[in-house]
T-cell receptor
Framework: GDSVTQMEGPVTLSEEAFLTINCTYTATGYPSLFWYVQYPGEGLQLLLKATKADDKGSNKGFEATYRKETTSFHLEKGSVQVSDSAVYFCALRINAGGTSYGKLTFGQGTILTVHP | DTEVTQTPKHLVMGMTNKKSLKCEQHMGHRAMYWYKQKAKKPPELMFVYSYEKLSINESVPSRFSPECPNSSLLNLHLHALQPEDSALYLC?????????????????FGPGTRLTVL
């Protein structure tokens, strides 16, 4: 079945450090890939997405490139801020037909804490 | 308006109570979703409505009863819940549709209802 694997957290960084959160996937079809962020006490917000191989999604200084050859969608940011502290979920969505109906499959989430 | 709203924000209920969670969106989306999220875990899909019809039920116990009165509203009726049902309940919506492109577009999530069952 389809699955998403994220690097285990938690991740603790100092402000202005470089961030990488690894995400790899397995899928039987051609997925769209997403990064969602969840700030404390809130719902999920879409951070960025990519719908086909070699696409790069970017938003708020975060970037991720859809790598079909390595089945990866790693999240990066050059200089993190305290306000980036949150839980980050990698997810894929695939049209497998029938009852799957574009179901979102999430990774386990990575807790990021950024210290001043 | 690119927002999904949910009410109430917090809910405490006993095991014999009946309550409802509400979700609303005005983006013209035709697919709406209920998720359950336990602490430090990813959301788990419960139900999907497509064009106001129940499309997916992920083997959810019958004490959870979804309802989609119209294309903008989604309810989740709760009855005889258990303490282990305490969680954050998230509503989401997406454009929906028949084409592959439409089905793969992103879901927009609401802020959730924090439910505590005593």
């Amino acid at each position: 079945g389809d699955s998403v694997t994220q690097m285990e957290g938690p991740v603790t960084l100092s402000e202005e450090a470089f961030l990488t959160i690894n995400c790899t996937y397995t899928a039987t079809g051609y997925p769209s890939l997403f990064w969602y962020v969840q700030y404390p006490g809130e719902g999920l917000q879409l951070l960025l997405k990519a719908t086909k191989a070699d696409d790069k999604g970017s938003n708020k200084g975060f970037e991720a490139t859809y790598r079909k050859e390595t089945t990866s969608f790693h999240l990066e940011k050059g200089s993190v801020q305290v306000s980036d502290s949150a839980v980050y979920f990698c997810a894929l969505r695939i049209n497998a037909g029938g009852t799957s109906y574009g179901k979102l499959t999430f990774g386990q989430g990575t807790i990021l804490t950024v210290h001043p | 308006d690119t927002e999904v709203t949910q009410t109430p924000k917090h809910l405490v209920m006993g095991m014999t109570n009946k309550k409802s969670l509400k979700c609303e969106q005005h983006m013209g989306h035709r697919a709406m979703y209920w998720y359950k999220q336990k602490a430090k875990k990813p959301p788990e899909l419960m139900f999907v409505y497509s064009y106001e019809k129940l499309s997916i039920n992920e083997s959810v116990p019958s004490r959870f009863s979804p309802e989609c009165p119209n294309s903008s509203l989604l309810n989740l009726h709760l009855h005889a819940l258990q303490p282990e049902d305490s969680a954050l309940y998230l509503c989401a919506s997406s454009q929906g549709g028949q084409s592959l492109r439409e089905q793969l577009n992103e879901q927009f999530f609401g802020p959730g209802t924090r439910l505590t069952v005593l």
